[in-house]
T-cell receptor, first 114, second 113 residues
């Protein structure tokens, strides 16, 4: 039973346009959400996060939106650049489980076309 | 980059043999985690540690054991490797209870033949 779901395995956008990556979760106990970016043959790297008490967090070209009632979050990348091409993982954590271990979605492969 | 080193980076082993993967950190972080990454599953938690000699199971712990005798080292052992344990293994560290971000190592690609 996947508690964090990324239903789009892949996404292709043109350079300069907006990329929107989506993530749904089922466990209402999650209190923190993160996005990680992963290049081939490398470990995931932290990108941006949001607390469950907020609905938006922005860092440069990256914005994460959280809709708690829908149990949905999204990552917006504006403008998209070819270097953004990678696999993006959504992750969630809760204070009382696994000493804040992360529960991951299955990932979305983003390809930004020049 | 966080000071995390995983070894070996690649390993091929035979079914039924024991295998140990090592995660070494230079950050003095309290929490350490082992994940495996498989297509269609993202990263799944195998075991984690919240201090020296303090470990607990994650969601896919069957067939794996861990040990942490020093703050800097977290070992993952496959007691008797099976083909279903062919995967990419990632170690992660986190500093303190209030921290939410974890930092990952480069990964170990393990193939069981």
């Amino acid at each position: 039973d996947q508690q964090v779901k990324q239903n789009s395995p892949s996404l292709s956008v043109q350079e300069g346009r907006i990329s929107i990556l989506n993530c749904d979760y089922t466990n209402s106990m999650f209190d923190y959400f993160l996005w990680y970016k992963k290049y081939p043959a490398e470990g995931p790297t932290f990108l941006i996060s949001i607390s469950s008490i907020k609905d938006k967090n922005e860092d440069g070209r990256f914005t994460v939106f959280l809709n708690k009632s829908a149990k949905h979050l999204s990552l917006h990348i504006v403008p998209s650049q070819p270097g953004d091409s990678a696999v993006y993982f959504c992750a969630a954590s809760r204070m009382d489980t696994g000493r804040r271990a992360l529960t991951f979605g299955s990932g979305t492969r983003l390809q930004v076309q020049p | 980059d966080a000071g995390i080193t995983q070894s070996p980076r690649h390993k091929v082993t035979e079914t039924g043999t024991p295998v140990t993967l090592r995660c070494h950190q230079t950050e003095n972080h309290r929490y350490m985690y082992w994940y495996r990454q498989d297509p269609g599953h993202g990263l799944r938690l195998i075991h984690y540690s919240y201090g020296v000699k303090d470990t607990d199971k994650g969601e896919v712990s069957d067939g794996y054991s861990v040990s942490r005798s020093k703050t800097e080292d977290f070992l993952l052992t496959l007691e008797s490797a099976t083909s279903s344990q062919t995967s990419v293994y990632f170690c992660a560290i986190r500093a303190a209870a209030g921290d939410t971000e974890a930092f990952f190592g480069q990964g170990t690609r393990l193939t069981v033949v």
